[in-house]
């Protein structure tokens, strides 16, 4: 089953920023590359525990803080090394200036 929830305003999301939010246990990227784009991916680095909302934003890159891997926020893609793995990617869904991510309900 899918689930859909809101997990921010709009507003709350600042252009070439990501914002962190916890979704059915998840830490969840936001990223807000341009005005009219939204992504959601992973937050935690796919090589070690580090936030990679807390990254810088480079159009659809996310350097990761710790040790600079950079992740494709459309893909979810490993593009650099140390990570040779990608993060999962999540639907984000705009509607009256809401944000509303879907992700399959693992049961928790
Ligand atoms: S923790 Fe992200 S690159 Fe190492």
Redesign the pocket.
């Known amino acids: 089953m899918l689930l859909r929830i809101r997990v921010a305003r709009v507003a709350e999301l600042e252009v070439g920023r990501a914002l962190a939010v916890e979704v059915n246990g998840k830490r969840v990227a936001l990223c807000r590359p341009s005005q009219d784009e939204f992504y959601a991916i992973d937050d935690i680095?796919s090589?070690?525990?580090?936030s990679l909302s807390e990254g810088e934003l480079m159009g659809y890159e996310i350097e990761?803080p710790?040790?600079?891997?950079h992740f494709d926020i459309r893909t979810g893609e490993a593009l650099t090394l140390?990570?040779t793995r990608s993060v999962h990617t999540y639907k984000l869904v705009v509607e009256n200036g809401e944000l509303f991510i879907e992700m399959p309900d693992e049961g928790r």
């Open positions: 680095c090589h070690a525990l580090a990761c710790k040790h600079g891997a140390p990570a």
